[in-house]
């Protein structure tokens, strides 16, 4: 069964510090990784899209990256702030053309100031 | 623009009520799809509209049935609501064949007492 495993699932940091945040998948055939934001109350808004031979993407203060051997990808954020409190969510797209999304449950991130 | 547009925001149905969820999205998008998130678990896909005037099942259709009224708009129905159908609500559009441009609204959060 296609998974997407996403840890730690909450993190607190102090605004200004960077941070982390890990997913792991077993989706095949692979087609692209996603890092999604999700604001409270609000729908998941696109951060990064990664294909196979992407392995660093950055958007701003976010960069994301994709190891395809390993099946992992991180999503680094540089220099938090207030506005960065929020969920994350790591999606994987399978191949084939029919673009079947498998979500992780997300990692909940608290800044604090 | 305003992307993909949900109502209502909010609605709490009695166990056995029906009720239709409305998303509308302005991007010529041709795919649609309704999804539900609960607390510690993935997006899951409900029903999807790959184009105008097809319909299909997603991981779990049981309780639902959609409509696609025309390109733009994509229907939820809940026939005989049941608590177990308390959740949040998204629906998504996107562009076929592609994984850029997958757009999310904002959610109607759904009560079943």
């Known amino acids: 069964k296609n998974q997407v495993e996403q840890s730690p699932q909450s993190l607190i940091i102090l605004e200004g510090k960077n941070c982390t945040l890990q997913c792991n998948y077993t989706v095949s055939p692979f087609s692209n990784l996603r890092w999604y934001k999700q604001d409270t109350g609000r729908g998941p808004v696109s951060l990064t899209i990664m294909t196979f031979s992407e392995n660093t993407k950055s958007n701003g203060r976010y960069t994301a990256t994709l190891d395809a051997d390993t099946k992992q990808s991180s999503l680094h954020i540089t220099a938090s702030q207030l506005s960065d409190s929020a969920s994350y969510i790591c999606v994987v797209s399978e191949g084939g053309g029919n673009e079947k999304l498998t979500f992780g449950t997300g990692t909940r991130l608290t800044i604090i100031p | 623009n305003a992307g993909v547009t949900q109502t209502p925001k909010f609605q709490v149905l009695k166990t056995g009520q029906s009720m239709t969820l409305q998303c509308a999205q302005d991007?010529?998008?041709?795919?649609m799809y309704w999804y539900r998130q609960d607390p510690g678990m993935g997006l899951r896909l409900i029903y999807y509209?790959?184009?105008?005037?097809?319909?299909d099942k997603g991981e779990v259709p049981n309780g639902y049935n959609v409509s696609r009224l025309n390109k733009r708009e994509f229907s939820l129905r809940l026939e005989s609501a049941a608590p177990s159908q308390t959740s949040v609500y998204f629906c998504a559009s996107s562009v076929v064949g592609t994984g850029y441009g997958y757009t999310f609204g904002s959610g109607t959060r759904l009560t079943v007492v």
């Open positions: 509209s790959a184009s105008e005037g097809t319909t």
């Open positions: 991007m010529n998008h041709n795919s």
